[in-house]
Structures are given as structure tokens and as C-alpha cells.
T-cell receptor, first 115, second 110 residues
């Protein structure tokens, strides 16, 4: 079974440029998460989707960040414009609502460097 | 306000000995606690979990202990192996989302 797939793995951009990250969750997982991981910190939730609905986006900086999950499968996270402080790893995770243990399956992450 | 804390940023252990990683939390509404393991340039991978209604869960070399009165959990790895060298994150589930600690880097030397 394929795991959570993210792309690109690495991205270097100049500040004020836009950037987008893509995530394909595990087949059949209806819950999808975007987490932000700064250096030396644990992952922090940005947004959670149940199918195509964003049910928790309270931590998403909506002035520059946006996300979508069309058709309840793949998801895209966009930053426009990027700032120096956005340099981090962006992790996508998915889970099945039928599993009540809280286990999330993570992708390898997209490392963003803003110059 | 950090709800999940891992106060030890690093831990060094010799191969074959026990590794004990600790985690403290503040929110009594958390219903599940999980440990994740992370290698460099990879995403976190699930290791073991425990429900808030239990005090111990064991899976092979890994055991998680939960002390609800102290709001404390620990992960025991026995015996430790060099391949266990990684960053370990404690996570707690509340309101359908996971809150992570800052991680403990474990180094198991041969």
C-alpha cells in the first residue's frame, strides 16, 4: 500500500514569491492534515480536512496561507507571498475515521527555504 | 502555552541498555497518547499508543506507561539498538487533532 506522497521534497524561493505543496493521502483515508514543523520543534497543525471540508483551520495564517482539497482526495497548500519565517518543513498526514487510536500517517514532508 | 512537553532534548544510551523517554502534558481532556519516531529527511512514523483509560501498553521492545494523576507518560525501549537512534515525539490527541511535543533525540551507541 502506498503511503502519503508529498511534492516537492525541497523548494527554495525568494521572499515574496508564491509556493505550493501537494499531498496525496493514503487511499481511503478521509481525514487529511497539514502540519508545520520548524527546526527543533514538533509538528504544529495548520489545517484538518474531513473529506473536502476544512473542519479545523484555526491555526492557518489566512492572510498568506490557503489550502484546498478538491474531491476529498489530494490537497494543495499555498503560501503567497512567502516570508523568511516560513522556512520550515510542511508535513501532510492522513488518517481513517474508522480508526479511533489517533494514529496519523505522515508523508516525508516538503522542506521550504525562503531566501 | 505548550500542552505537551518533552523536557529532555537529547538522550544517549549504550546498546542493550534501557532507553526511557519522558513526556508531560497539561490538558486532562486528552484521550490518546502516541509516540512517533522520526529519522532525518523522513516524516514521523507511528510507534506505539495508549488510551487514557489504560496505564501500560507493550509492543515488543517498546512499552508506554501513563500516569494520569501526574499527567506524565514515558516510553521504554528495552533493549536499545543502534537503529533506534532517531528523534522521538510524544503526541496527545484532543478534539480530533494531535498536539506534539518538541521531541527527544535518542542516540544509541554500539
Amino acid at each position: 500500500e502506498a503511503g502519503v506522497v508529498q511534492s516537492p521534497r525541497y523548494k527554495i524561493i525568494e521572499k515574496k514569491q508564491p509556493v505550493a505543496f501537494w499531498c496525496n493521502p493514503i487511499s481511503g483515508h478521509n481525514t487529511l492534515y497539514w502540519y508545520l514543523q520548524n527546526l527543533g520543534q514538533g509538528p504544529e497543525l495548520l489545517i484538518r480536512y474531513e473529506n473536502e471540508e476544512a473542519v479545523d483551520d484555526s491555526q492557518l495564517p489566512k492572510d498568506r496561507f490557503s489550502a484546498e482539497r478538491l474531491k476529498g482526495v489530494d490537497s494543495t497548500l499555498k503560501i503567497q507571498p512567502a516570508e523568511l519565517g516560513d522556512s520550515a518543513v510542511y508535513l501532510c498526514a492522513s488518517s481513517s475515521s474508522g480508526v479511533n487510536t489517533g494514529e496519523l500517517f505522515f508523508g516525508e514532508g516538503s522542506r521550504l527555504t525562503v531566501l | 502555552d505548550q500542552q505537551v512537553k518533552q523536557n529532555s532534548p537529547s538522550l544517549s544510551v549504550q546498546e542493550g541498555r534501557i532507553s526511557i523517554l519522558n513526556c508531560d502534558y497539561t490538558n486532562s481532556m486528552f484521550d490518546y497518547f502516541l509516540w512517533y519516531k522520526k529519522y532525518p529527511a523522513e516524516g514521523p512514523t507511528f510507534l506505539i499508543s495508549i488510551s487514557s483509560i489504560k496505564d501500560k501498553n507493550e509492543d515488543g521492545r517498546f512499552t508506554v506507561f501513563l500516569n494520569k494523576s501526574a499527567k506524565h507518560l514515558s516510553l521504554h525501549i528495552v533493549p536499545s539498538q543502534p537503529g533506534d537512534s532517531a528523534v522521538y515525539f510524544c503526541a496527545a490527541r484532543g478534539f480530533q487533532k494531535l498536539v506534539f511535543g518538541t521531541g527527544t533525540r535518542l542516540l544509541v551507541s554500539p
